[in-house]
């Protein structure tokens, strides 16, 4: 066996310990169920949202694009405030 095949051989096994012992961790966070609970079908069909991805060797349960400041919704609000303000 060539030496670069033995050291493909090694990270291919390295590799696949790492994803084994990514399984037994626990996430980093849970989001707190007075706050937010969702399943995924209750998710799906909603614009932009991604679901069981694999990125840079990562499995990813759910992805959610930033949010975008809308510059209409910045003036509507700005417009209710000044007329919650005013009295009118």
Known sequence: MGVSLMASLILDLLTYIEQVEKLKTKPAFSVP?????????????????????????????????????????VNLVTAQKFLATSGQ
């Open 33 to 73: 169920t007075e706050y937010f609970v969702a399943h995924q079908h209750d998710l799906k069909g909603l614009p932009e949202l991604q679901f069981n991805l694999q990125s840079a060797g990562e499995d990813i349960w759910l992805r959610v694009p930033r949010l975008q400041v809308s510059f209409a919704l």
